[in-house]
């Protein structure tokens, strides 16, 4: 079975911009969540869903956004970039609440 | 608000030894703690999910324990090898939103 799969994996954008991410859950998995995760620093959590709604926001500001899809397929959109959102976004999915988390390879998003 | 610390933040060791890591968590009551690992630049690998019931799980040359009642869980690896070079990570579930929160990692070298 494939893993948590995210796209794509690397990113180059300039300030002000929009970037959409997504991110494929493993296969029967319901739950999905999203983390910034800076240099050197652990992952910062920004979004979960469940069931295609959500089940919490990080503290993050509104120009950070996300949806689950009824495939439970989800996106991170990150609009006005700042070069602060210079990070490892990652992804992962567990079958329900509390469950085993498994995370993808992440995207590395650069901003310029 | 959950805090996680892990120390030490960095660990050079000969490969052989017998290592242990320490995560330490602020609010006992949590559902599970899980470890993880990361290669450089790259997702988060599970190693061991210890659900809030159990004291221990084991895998391989892993050990993790967890103590709800001091806030600490230590991942101890038994005959270190280069290819455990990594940064390990822990999460700390709690609260009702089924949320981890981070430790910043320990940076682990084994050198031959």
């Known amino acids: 079975d494939a893993g948590v799969t995210q796209s794509p994996t690397h990113l180059i954008k300039t300030r002000g911009q929009q970037v959409t991410l997504r991110c494929s859950p493993i296969?029967?998995?319901?739950?999905v969540s999203w983390y910034q995760q800076v240099l050197g620093q652990g992952p910062q959590f920004i979004f979960q869903?469940?069931?295609?709604?959500?089940?919490g926001r990080g503290n993050f500001p509104d120009r950070f956004s996300a949806r689950q899809f009824p495939n439970y397929s989800s996106e991170l959109n990150v609009n006005a970039l700042l070069l602060g959102d210079s990070a490892l976004y990652l992804c992962?999915?567990?079958?329900?609440?509390?469950?085993?988390?498994?995370f993808g390879q992440g995207t590395r998003l650069t901003v310029v | 608000k959950q805090e996680v610390t892990q120390i030490p933040a960095a660990l050079s060791v000969p490969e052989g030894e017998n290592l242990v890591l320490n995560c330490s968590f602020t609010?006992?009551?949590?559902?599970?703690l899980q470890w993880f690992r990361q290669d450089p630049g790259k997702g988060l690998t599970s190693l061991l999910l210890?659900?809030?019931?159990?004291r221990e799980q084991t895998s391989g040359r892993l050990n993790a324990s967890l103590d709800k009642s001091s806030g600490r869980s230590t991942l101890y690896i038994a005959a270190s090898q280069p290819g455990d070079s990594a940064t390990y990570l822990c999460?700390?579930?709690?609260?009702?939103?089924?949320?981890?929160?981070f430790g910043r990692g320990t940076s682990l070298i084994v050198h031959p």
């Open positions: 992962a999915s567990s079958f329900s609440d509390g469950a085993e988390a498994f």
């Open positions: 296969s029967g998995h319901k739950s």
């Open positions: 869903y469940y069931e295609k709604e959500e089940r």
């Open positions: 609010d006992s009551a949590i559902y599970n």
């Open positions: 210890i659900q809030s019931s159990q």
């Open positions: 999460a700390a579930g709690s609260g009702g939103s089924y949320i981890p929160t």
